[in-house]
């Protein structure tokens, strides 16, 4: 995942002393207080100095343009010096612009390399990057065994996205034994997080009673956290729920007012779906939902 402000700002106070307090210091307060370009006069002599930390956080500011017009070459410039210094941070970052091909032609074989120094060093994101790329054999022969290990190593640490990727794995038993409970367990993880498509997933396997036992309300509250969140899938899910009156009364008007939300994000499966509850709707009915619809996206989903 990218960094972000508060992820740069956290980085800046576990290393302050690896660089003189004073210009760390100030640059930090100046970034707190959205001053980017005090922040880069204090940074950038440390970074021209040598100092890892500081580089990064130039390839940061120069990767998303906060003081600095964006620019990923110079980005991959900055990663690249701090990572050579052992930064996993660093390599990480550097990893992820040869992966996407920014700033650099793309190139799975150095992405690989840097995943994996940073992945060695206990690098969580570093960890689930590397196991998407066994996963999709991207640099390397595809090896599910291998990118289940690596997924496990993150999702112990506690990274969202790498125990949501274990729910898939150990569900649908790639590169592990199929294990329902378990699957559960790491969706339940990540959902409570706040992963969307975790709480889709969580939701389905309750739906299902698929390593639990099949508990409608608790379907419906993790495909709702997942559709409050803009999910188009979640959404349809809901729609399909209020359609059969599974765990809610059957409700025509709910039930394609979720399907009109998914389908207007172009999610096709359910707009055949939508289509299929309005055959069983008077067109007033229809129109009646619609509004909702319409009131449920200016709100950015919530409340709906």
């Not at 498509?197 to 099949?214: C, E, P, R, V």
Request: aromatic fraction near 10%; charge should be neutral.
């Amino acid at each position: 995942m990218k960094q972000t402000k508060n992820l740069l700002l956290i980085l800046l106070c576990l290393t302050a002393l690896a660089a003189p307090a004073a210009d760390l210091y100030k640059g930090l307060a100046a970034y707190e207080r959205g001053d980017y370009a005090t922040a880069l006069r204090e940074l950038k002599p440390l970074a021209e100095q040598g100092d890892a930390f500081a580089q990064n956080s130039l390839g940061v500011m120069h990767e998303w343009g906060w003081g600095v017009a964006q620019d990923n070459k110079e980005a991959v410039k900055w990663f690249r010096r701090a990572a050579k210094q052992g930064d996993a941070t660093a390599q990480t970052n550097l990893g992820t612009m040869y992966d996407n091909g920014q700033g650099a032609l793309q190139d799975y074989q150095a992405a690989l390399k840097w995943f994996r120094l940073a992945a060695e060093q206990g690098n969580a994101e570093a960890q689930y990057r590397l196991g998407i790329m066994y996963a999709e054999g991207e640099g390397v022969a595809q090896d599910y065994k291998k990118a289940f290990e690596w997924h496990r190593m993150a999702a112990e640490q506690g990274y969202v996205d790498a125990q949501a990727m274990l729910g898939v794995m150990y569900r649908e038993g790639r590169g592990v034994l199929q294990d329902y409970q378990l699957a559960i367990k790491w969706y339940r993880r990540a959902a409570k997080q706040g992963d969307a498509t975790a709480q889709t997933n969580l939701g389905t396997m309750y739906d299902n009673g698929q390593g639990a036992l099949q508990d409608y309300q608790a379907a419906l509250k993790w495909f709702r956290l997942a559709a409050e969140q803009g999910g188009a899938l979640a959404q349809g899910k809901l729609g399909l729920m209020y359609y059969q009156g599974k765990g809610v009364p059957q409700d025509y008007i709910r039930a394609h007012m979720w399907c009109n939300l998914a389908a207007a994000q172009g999610e096709e499966r359910v707009t055949k779906l939508r289509d299929l509850v309005a055959e069983k709707m008077r067109a007033a009915d229809i129109a009646t939902a619609q509004q909702p619809a319409r009131e449920c996206m200016e709100r950015n989903y919530k409340g709906c």
